[in-house]
């Protein structure tokens, strides 16, 4: 009888692949407790990160039977990837809804109609300029990519960017300098002018 535990991960997508079910709970059981940590630091709310737990793994499944998992030795990476993606549109989706959680709290002091007011004129120049920046994040490398979303989007430090990455603190550093650099140059390129009301 082969050991499970005894694959590499590779070695136990191919059997998945191949229809073996349980190298897939091999690998959750692998990868569990890295990937759970990492949607909860940033989401920090444990129902929420067991949600985003569980549409990871199912988009994970989905993807392997499509056979859209490149082999690379980075199957930890690849999922982190998956699940970074689903924390950020969870976060879209609440910004676009304009409300601002708030457990602890029956009546959120945030979402008082008096603290959002603008004009329809004001929330159109903003949505314009958001989205502009959003395009131009999207024409970075996806290293530059991935540090803009994590510090701005996420607010994570550059210390927990640089172990979420498995890069060092001056490489994150690095990467989020080389992205900056290269939006200005896509801004002054394109003629853009982002200046928020």
């Given at each position: ?17 191949d ?5 897939l709970?091999t ?7 890295r990937v759970f940590?990492?949607?909860?630091l940033i989401?920090?709310?444990q129902e929420?990160?067991e949600?985003i737990?569980q549409?990871?793994f ?7 039977k ?6 690379n030795?980075?199957f ?10 689903l ?25 008082s109609?008096?603290y ?6 004001d ?11 959003k395009?131009l994040?999207?024409e970075?490398?996806?290293d530059?990519q991935?540090v803009i979303?994590?510090?701005?989007y996420?607010?994570?430090s550059?210390k927990?960017?640089a172990e979420?990455?498995?890069v060092?603190?001056?490489t ?5 300098r080389?992205a900056?650099?290269?939006?200005r ?12 009301i």
């Open positions: 009888m082969l050991k499970l535990n005894s694959l590499n991960d590779n070695e136990l997508v191919l059997r998945f692949v229809g073996d079910q349980e190298s709970e690998l959750i059981l692998r990868h569990k407790n940590s990492y949607i909860l989401v920090k709310n929420l990160a949600d737990f549409e990871t199912i988009k994970v499944i989905r993807s392997l499509k056979g859209k998992y490149i082999e030795g980075k930890i990476s690849w999922v982190l990837r998956i699940s970074h993606n924390i950020i549109d969870h976060f879209r989706k609440v910004k676009l809804k304009g409300t601002v959680s708030n457990d602890s709290s029956e009546v959120d002091i945030f979402n109609q008096k959002s007011e603008q004009t329809i004129e929330e159109m120049v903003n949505t314009q300029i958001l989205s502009e920046v395009d994040i999207l970075l490398p996806e530059q991935q979303y994590m510090r701005h996420m607010g994570l550059f927990e960017i979420q990455t498995d060092s603190i001056n994150a550093l690095g990467r989020m080389y900056l650099i290269n939006l140059k896509l801004i002054d390129k394109k003629k853009l002018s982002l200046t928020m």
